[in-house]
């Protein structure tokens, strides 16, 4: 029994250097980002200035779920417009309609 107990405190010690290696906080953010990130929510109708209302998590939680949609579709409209240049583009202009009967023209008398 005495042996397990030492077993496993052996196995904790070793493990605990690798496990808050990997718990490393994130850089911190900026102010401009914060800015920024306001500036965002504001853009799909957040109103930050209504305080500490009774519905405050729900309303910052709707305003993230509506911007993320919103780059969404400018995600989806970008590569549309990408996608279409790159067909106009991609192999020169379009040609003019013409046949072609693969024998000689005869010039007229």
Known sequence: MK?????AAAA??????????AQQAQAPVTR????????DLESVGYNP???EADNYPDDI???QQRLQAKRLAEHKAAQAAQAAQAAQAAYGPAGQPATESGAAAKPAP
């Not at 042996?3 to 077993?7: I, M």
């Not at 904790?12 to 290696?21: D, H, K, T, Y």
């Not at 401009?32 to 500036?39: D, F, G, M, N, Y």
Request: no cysteine.
């Open 3 to 7: 042996s397990l107990v030492v077993t």
């Open 12 to 21: 904790v010690l070793l493990a605990a250097p690798a496990l808050s290696f």
């Open 49 to 51: 200035a209504r305080g």
């Open 61 to 63: 939680m709707a305003a």
């Open 32 to 39: 401009a980002q914060v800015l920024q990130e306001l500036i």
